[in-house]
């Protein structure tokens, strides 16, 4: 019986495990490598403290305009799916020595919302062509 109220609490996890892995990869190919690199750069070329101030201020406001993090919708989307895998890791803490006795109520619950949350993020316009688009797991069968 464990075994089998075990099976939806492991996919859902691993389908989580999988998306935030892939919001991982983007954020740091797309985002934090080739932007640090241009810190790096700039940071060499200046012992000035404002200087150094400044390129900081414009590495932090790069990262966000090049992975979009200023239009609502990817924010939104992020915070939905972030809060739908702290639930799931609360639910998963909270049963974890009787997982039988986990409601598969609230299990439901949370697979629901995380398969509409992940769907539109993977879905999103600005993410087109990065590895959250491509990770699969928006896509329920």
Do not use: K, N
């Not at 799916?81 to 949370?110: G, K």
């Amino acid at each position: 019986r464990s075994l089998a109220a075990l099976a939806p609490l492991t996919l859902l996890h691993q389908r989580a495990a999988t998306l935030c892995r892939a919001v991982v990869a983007w954020m740091q190919r797309d985002g934090v490598e080739p932007l640090w690199r241009h810190l790096a750069e700039r940071l060499e070329a200046t012992t000035d403290y404002d200087a150094v101030r400044l390129a900081h201020r414009a590495f932090l406001l790069d990262i966000r305009d090049q992975l979009c993090l200023d239009e609502e919708d990817v924010g939104d989307c992020l915070d939905a799916v972030f809060v739908d895998v702290a639930r799931l890791a609360t639910l998963l803490e909270s049963y974890a020595w009787r997982v039988e006795d986990t409601p598969s109520s609230v299990v439901a619950a949370v697979q629901r919302d995380f398969d509409a949350h992940a769907a539109e993020l993977v879905g999103l316009d600005a993410l087109r062509g990065t590895a959250v688009a491509h990770c699969g797991v928006g896509i329920t069968t």
